[in-house]
């Protein structure tokens, strides 16, 4: 593919402004409209955005999925032309991802996946090489996915840039510096997995030292929530107190994202009041979306909080769906509520249990 390069500095700007009506000079109120031509120019490349080269627009559309490249290449002609790779990465992504999980009438096929992820990667989707680097990391050649990864990461795909942060955490030889790099990366684009595990880090101290610049560059705003949490400003001076804030604020983002570890999690800093102001409705709030998204020690400890509420049937549901989890100390729990219920009671709160779902996760 013949690539485009920028016209010279000399050129005037190719970027347009869109030119409004000027108002009548008679006097008379005109309604000021958007003239959809763009202001004359004698040099053709200040019409519009079709001369962006291709290397660079590739780039910029490595991320994109399959809506967004079609929205994409809708532009113009150039940039139809530009995107064609990615739009053929697309279709191999998405028999990749059929061999891999065997859907769409195919049976599953892990050679074929790996190979369907390549040729999308090789053709510039981030999505494909992220997908690659799974492969190849549960395969156990991490060599081969730690590559795949860094080349999403650099292409600034949040999920590659999860990826290579977790991989940095769980290699032989950890790099807490890189990890905390590329999960701060990635968390600050949104990416829900990755605020969860840099939180995480924060939590356990794994790369605290490399999160101080952060924390420093947030001073003010944690000296107002140090005021809030504990009356005084003095002790938020430490850099330990910053972390301890940004931990809070990347678990409650996680939460908000529909992360469910994170909720649960978000529940125990405001029980503690540790990052964020101490309040139990909060509390009780998260613990209850932990729980009915299915985490059990969320359902143990909720079903805990009804019985003490007297809500026997309901604690009784939510303590049989902990024990079904795997918490053993629900299960005597429950048995001491079932014993002051009646008959009808406890077939009632088994049958909900029976037939509960967990809340569906957007991540």
Known sequence: ???????????????????????????????????????PSSDPMARDFSHLPYDVLLKIAAPFTLPDLRAASLVCRSWRDGLRPLCEAMVFLRWGKRFKHGRGGVRPNMDKALESFLKGAARGSSLAMVDA????????KREEGVRLYRMAAELGDPAGQ???????????????????????????????????????????GRGVECD??????????????????????????SPTNCLVVLQAKWYLRAA????????????????????????????????????DHGHSKAQFEHGLALFSEGEMMKAVVYLELATRGGEAGAANVKNIILQQLSAISRDRAIFLADN????????
């Open 356 to 363: 509960w779902k967990a809340l569906p996760s957007p991540r």
């Open 212 to 237: 101080i610049k952060e924390a420093r560059s947030r001073c003010l705003g944690c000296l107002f929530l140090s005021y809030l949490l504990h009356g005084s400003a003095a002790r938020m001076i």
């Open 1 to 39: 593919m013949k690539h485009r390069t920028w016209p010279h500095p000399s050129r005037p700007s190719h970027f347009c402004s869109l030119r409004f009506n000027r108002p009548s000079k008679t006097g008379h109120r005109h309604h000021d409209r958007l003239s959809s031509t763009p202001a």
């Open 162 to 204: 999860c990826n290579l942060g977790i991989s940095y955490l769980q290699a032989e030889t950890q790099n807490l510096k890189e990890a905390v790099k590329w999960l701060y990366k990635s968390s600050s684009a949104g990416y829900v997995r990755a605020q969860y595990q840099l939180a995480l880090c924060l939590h356990q």
């Open 256 to 291: 908000e994202g529909g992360y469910v570890r994170a909720m649960y999690n978000t529940s125990l800093c405001y029980t503690a009041g540790e990052g964020l102001v101490r309040s139990h409705r909060q509390a009780r709030k998260w613990m209850k979306r932990a729980a």
């Open 133 to 140: 680097g799974l492969v190849y990391w549960e395969a156990g």
